[in-house]
């Protein structure tokens, strides 16, 4: 939608004239020919990530949206003890492939979300924070959108850097 220049409530919406169409296929085209590959499975496990990711000669980074959404290979007592497992995989995945996994994931429900987030507020285990190397959230700033288009500030937060710098910046 957004290299297009197409509304993304239009697309999601499937209310399209031909123009739009047409930049949409056209953008899909180009963006096609990029060296990225996403996987949409919903029962997508951290072995078949590593399957990909060996069978991929130049990959340079790996991309998880999100990491709650993952299930085992194993099974589970507590969710908590399975987020744990995933994390340590998708860890030694990284060090072993020698590239940067990113990882999403989601915020305990009680947390505000104009408020900055802290450790603590990682859902479900906290081995998300024990195995990352370096733990950014992103907040809003604005309780509401502004209506002239203006940009929305967002809080950034380095909370945990094992190599570097931890801050607050406003965006």
């Known amino acids: 939608a957004r290299y297009s220049t197409v509304g993304m409530d239009a697309l999601i919406d499937n209310e399209l004239g031909a123009d ?6 056209e ?4 963006l096609s020919s990029l060296p990225f590959t996403i996987c949409d499975d919903p029962y997508v496990t951290t072995a078949r990530i590593r399957a990909m990711a060996r069978s991929m000669p130049h990959l340079k980074l790996i991309c998880i ?6 299930r085992s290979t194993k099974s589970y007592e507590k969710r908590y003890l399975e987020i744990g497992a995933m994390t340590r995989e998708l860890k030694m995945l ?3 492939l020698r590239i940067p996994v990113v990882v999403l994931s989601q915020l305990n429900r009680d947390k505000d979300e104009t408020q900055m987030p802290g450790l ?10 024990q195995d990352a190397n370096k733990v950014v959230f992103i907040w809003k700033l604005d309780e509401h959108t502004p209506d002239d288009g203006s ?14 710098k931890t801050g607050v910046v406003v965006m």
């Open 27 to 30: 953008t899909a085209g180009k």
């Open 65 to 70: 949206d999100y990491l709650t959404l993952m």
């Open 151 to 164: 940009p929305v500030r967002v809080g950034v937060r380095v909370a945990k850097n094992r190599r570097g």
């Open 94 to 96: 990284a060090q072993e």
């Open 120 to 129: 603590r507020d990682l859902r479900e285990s906290g081995d998300i924070e």
């Open 20 to 25: 739009e169409w047409k930049k949409i296929g």
